[in-house]
């Protein structure tokens, strides 16, 4: 196995925190394990030439944050977040939200269940009334994850917690036991690529950012500044999901803290 030098190991951490949010400083076996086959594929006998790689080349980089982090999910993760979004969200802007446009955004959505399973509540929802607009805005900084979220096409394992009425509706059985999403979800999600280490692009705030268990690769001061960033963009009255075992400091920005994982910008 190709093993990290120190100095090798500190570069590559730190362009990869600056650039990404993402602190690899407790991954260094990992790092070496994960990454062995990569460079053994392209003959490479040390890091560093692998470190130069990634700089140049965008898809390389991809491969890298792909397989140091984890992009394990499925449909109704988190099932309170839908509860909220259903019993709390919603009502609300039924009420008060006059030009019936909903703007969500999926932060770090991986290969797409979250965005998905947001779609489906809200087809619910509003089964009554079609001229609401709740188009999602869902990003995430691996390409990969987001051509599979395109393409909808997801193992029985990932369905589990679909209420049987979802899976008979939204979802037809493919040749290869897979399931694959109908066309009524997918127009309803917009994909695209983001590093939230970046300025965001958005010209207008949001109702709803779901952002679940992405801030688990940051270290706290990069936490902060995310939080921070979400804080602005959401429209006073907006909502921040994220993950059950992440929280927010309540010193560093005004959210306010409605229960476990689920914050208001008052």
């Known amino acids: 196995m190709i093993q990290l030098t120190d100095a090798e190991f500190n570069e590559l951490v730190t362009y990869i925190k600056k650039n990404y949010g993402i602190n690899l400083i407790k991954k260094r076996l990992l790092i070496e394990a994960r990454m062995y086959s990569v460079l053994a594929k392209h003959g490479f006998t040390s ?4 470190i130069n790689l990634i700089k140049r080349d965008p898809a390389e980089l991809n491969t890298m944050l792909n397989k140091l982090t ?54 619910d929802f509003f089964a009554l009334d079609k001229t609401w607009d709740y188009r999602i ?4 900084i691996s390409t990969h994850v987001l051509e599979r979220a395109k393409l909808g096409v997801y193992s029985p394992e990932s369905l589990k917690n679909i209420p049987a009425p979802w899976e008979k509706r939204y979802f037809k059985k493919t040749s ?26 958005f010209r207008s ?12 690769y940051f270290d ?47």
Request: aromatic letters at 14%.
């Open 137 to 140: 805005l869902a990003t995430d």
């Open 176 to 201: 290869s036991n897979e399931y694959a999403i109908s066309e009524e979800i997918k127009r309803e999600v917009i994909f695209k690529r983001l590093n939230l280490m970046e300025p965001f692009p």
């Open 47 to 50: 890091f560093t030439e692998y």
């Open 70 to 123: 984890t992009n394990h999910t499925y449909f109704m993760r988190e099932p309170r977040h839908f509860e909220f979004l259903k019993d709390v969200i919603l009502p609300g802007q039924k009420q008060l939200n006059k030009n019936k446009v909903l703007k969500i955004w999926s932060a770090g959505c991986s290969t797409g269940e979250e965005a998905y399973t947001a779609v489906m509540v809200m087809k």
């Open 220 to 266: 706290q001061q990069t936490k902060n500044n995310l939080i921070k960033k979400f804080y602005d963009i959401l429209k006073p009255g907006g909502y921040l999901f994220i993950g059950h075992s992440e929280t927010v400091q309540r010193d560093t920005v005004d959210f306010k803290y409605i229960e476990p994982s689920i914050y208001l910008k008052g």
């Open 205 to 216: 705030r949001f109702d709803l950012i779901f952002c679940r268990n992405v801030m688990i």
